[in-house]
């Protein structure tokens, strides 16, 4: 069965979040990766770190993503962080933002001297318990990647101990433009299936806002065990049980007839319980921009989204933020009630 896996994305991808993609989306998503954990600022001690190690509301589903530019650092807040439990430890090897690539974390893992790299997996491998999975989620690399060069890296990491690999097939520079490079995905998952077997899982993230457009990423890129959804899944946290209940129904064609037709989603109710989430979840300071950072894609699913979102960044604090959705849906009752797809 394909994997469905909610992607790590900073200041995104915390408990209050995944409560409402798990309440939309019962039982769907397979793996939810959290938002990048700094390890220095994590081991330091930091007032808010309390808040990125919750695990909820499916502690046996989380994969604890890491990020540093340090290979020591990495290890040690893997060690004290694997012992939290979860799936396993992920590392980011995909982030583009430059005060990240400027520490020498994200991207610039699969940049600099490869020797650098090896090490830090081999550290990070070594300080976790052996029934923790080590993954790592990664970009092609610069402009001027090729192919032979990603697969030798990938053979790298694997013979580290890494098991599971994501990649999102753009370049460091392509950010979020251009068409994700899918042939080059298919070719490198192929080399790895082909060398690894089913020892090593590969899975693919980019662009899929929907059940079609995850139909057009599996076709071109056969070899994925699994689909990682980011964005999409903010503007729309029913998405991952509506593609679960797709691919049940494409397996068996009789699953179709025995279900009840959903809903459609109350999304004034949505707002209320995400919003209760974020308080119960994050700390206080950090409830409005986290709640903007929500809004900002949750907002797309509405006529006048730009409008909302506006009203949203002027808003003082939740409440005000619910009252800017109550008064929008006085004056278009029709915009409430969500569609799922
Ligand atoms: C706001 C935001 C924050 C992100 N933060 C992270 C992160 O912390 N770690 C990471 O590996 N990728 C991060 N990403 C990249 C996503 O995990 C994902 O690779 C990217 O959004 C493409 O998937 P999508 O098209 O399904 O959104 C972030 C993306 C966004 C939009």
Redesign the pocket.
């Known amino acids: 069965m394909l994997k469905l896996l909610f ?7 915390h408990e209050a979040l995944r409560r409402t993609i798990e309440h939309y989306s019962p039982n769907a998503c397979d793996e939810y990766y959290t ?2 954990i700094q390890a220095t600022t994590f081991i330091g001690g930091g007032k808010f770190e309390q808040f990125y190690v919750r695990s909820g509301p499916c502690p046996e589903k989380i994969v604890w ?1 890491l ?1 540093c530019g340090k290979a020591e650092p990495m290890a040690e807040a893997a060690k004290i962080i694997g012992a939290l439990g979860g799936i396993g430890i992920d590392i ?1 090897m ?2 583009c933002a430059p005060e990240i690539v400027k520490q020498g974390a994200g991207i610039s893992w699969m940049l600099k001297d490869k020797s650098e790299t090896e090490q830090m997996i081999r550290m990070v491998k070594k300080a976790i318990n052996k029934n923790m999975r080590l993954s790592v ?1 990664m970009r092609l690399g610069d402009e001027n990647y090729n192919m032979k060069d990603l697969c030798n890296f990938v053979d790298m990491l694997i013979f580290e101990g890494t098991t599971q690999i994501v990649l ?1 097939p753009r370049t460091r520079k392509s950010k ?1 433009r251009y068409q994700p490079h899918w042939q080059n995905a298919e070719y490198l998952f192929e080399y790895v299936e082909k060398k690894y077997n089913n020892s090593v899982e590969c899975c693919i ?4 806002v929907d059940f079609q457009s995850l139909c057009n990423v599996r076709k071109a890129v056969i070899k994925s065990k699994g689909f ?5 899944a903010v503007q729309k946290p029913w998405i991952f049980g509506v593609i679960a209940q797709k691919l049940k129904e494409e397996k068996d064609s009789d699953f179709v007839h025995s279900q009840k037709k959903a809903e459609n989603i109350d999304s004034l109710e949505l707002v209320c319980e995400f919003l209760d989430n974020l308080t119960e979840c994050q700390p206080e300071e950090f409830w409005i921009s986290r709640a903007k ?1 929500f809004f900002a894609y949750f907002c797309k699913n509405f006529e006048f989204g730009h409008y909302l979102e506006t009203q949203i960044n002027n808003a003082k604090d939740l409440n005000k933020m619910k009252k800017v959705f109550e008064s929008y849906f006085e004056k278009m009752p029709n915009e409430r009630f969500l569609y799922r797809c």
Do not use: V, W, Y
């Open positions: 992607a790590p994305m900073a200041t995104l991808s938002e990048m993503q990020t980011n995909g982030c989620k999102h979020f993230n980019g662009d899929i990682m959804i980011g964005r999409a950072r």
